[in-house]
């Protein structure tokens, strides 16, 4: 089913940059614990993203991503999940995350 222009325009996408990682022991499947600065205007939000098999949490620290950040919060356990972080999802699994090619301010809007 086709989406219109106006729906699409309803998607609240943002660049952010992860600023603390910490392992999520009580996941189903393994994730990782995000906290994303998403600028002055969106501000701090956390997320769980199963990007275990291709991230270490070193390498995740001070990147910038992207993420949707108008939907629901979503509990996950203990944890309030509260943007969604994006990624193309590979045939095992594994997510590659969606990223600006270079460094911009953080609350970009993506469009």
Request: proline letters at 5%.
């Amino acid at each position: 089913m086709d989406l219109t222009w106006n729906e699409f325009e309803r998607t609240d996408m943002r660049v952010g940059t992860i600023i603390e990682v910490n392992d999520f022991p009580e996941a189903r499947k393994p994730a990782f614990q995000l906290t994303i600065d998403f600028g002055s205007e969106i501000g701090i939000r956390k997320s769980s993203a199963q990007i275990t098999k291709r991230y270490s949490k070193e390498e995740l620290l001070n990147r910038q991503i992207v993420g949707v950040v108008n939907f629901p919060k979503k509990q996950i356990g203990k944890f309030m999940s509260e943007c969604l972080v994006l990624g193309a999802v590979g045939e095992e699994g594994d997510v590659i995350l969606l990223a600006p090619d270079f460094k911009v301010p953080e609350g970009l809007r993506i469009g």
